[in-house]
């Protein structure tokens, strides 16, 4: 997960599309299989304000 964020930040720096585009597939994939095994992340509790909320 932290890996995945910190690609994230990097392409993000770099402002190459790609890279963005490639590290947040990661990001999200990560996430979910946190997710999936019970895993309580940040990204995970944001995710669940927001859509309760909308």
């Known amino acids: 997960m932290r890996e995945a964020q910190e690609s994230l930040q990097e392409a993000l720096t770099a402002e190459d599309a790609y ?8 990001l999200d994939d990560a996430l979910r299989l946190a997710q999936m095994h019970g ?8 995710d669940d304000k927001r859509t309760v909320g909308e």
């Open 19 to 26: 890279d963005v585009a490639v590290a947040q597939d990661e």
């Open 39 to 46: 895993v309580v992340t940040s990204q995970s509790e944001a």
